[in-house]
Nanobody, 116 residues
């Protein structure tokens, strides 16, 4: 299974970015997909997740600013990040879980840096 992330970078406060993540290989019965983030010295926290039916879950810090979407046909998940703040600076990790399993599969991470 291969998980490829893209879309991180450097942006000014108030700017926008779009992250994408595609899972290929053994993609049968992938359940939740989503994004977590980890700032230096901090734990890895959930940003947003989405189920195959489109049910979403957002961290409070992401509500109203970030939008997660998913294309089941090619196992791709996107995260649109708007109104970015310096506190959004972190490594963002794509993740997925299979149905009936609790193990989280992680991507390699992509850096987002928001300058003030």
């Amino acid at each position: 299974v291969q998980l490829v992330e893209s879309g991180g970078g450097l942006v000014q406060t108030g700017g926008s970015l779009r992250l994408s993540c595609t899972v290929s290989g053994n993609t049968y019965s992938i359940n939740r997909m989503g994004w977590y983030r980890q700032a230096p010295g901090e734990q890895r926290d959930m940003v947003a997740t989405i189920t195959p039916s489109g049910r979403t879950n957002y961290a409070d810090s992401a509500k109203g600013r970030f939008t997660i979407s998913r294309t089941n046909a090619n196992n791709t998940v996107h995260l649109q990040l708007n109104s970015l703040r310096p506190e959004d600076t972190a490594v963002y990790y794509c993740m997925y879980i299979y149905f009936g399993r609790s193990y989280i599969h992680w991507g390699q991470g992509t850096q987002i840096t928001v300058s003030s």
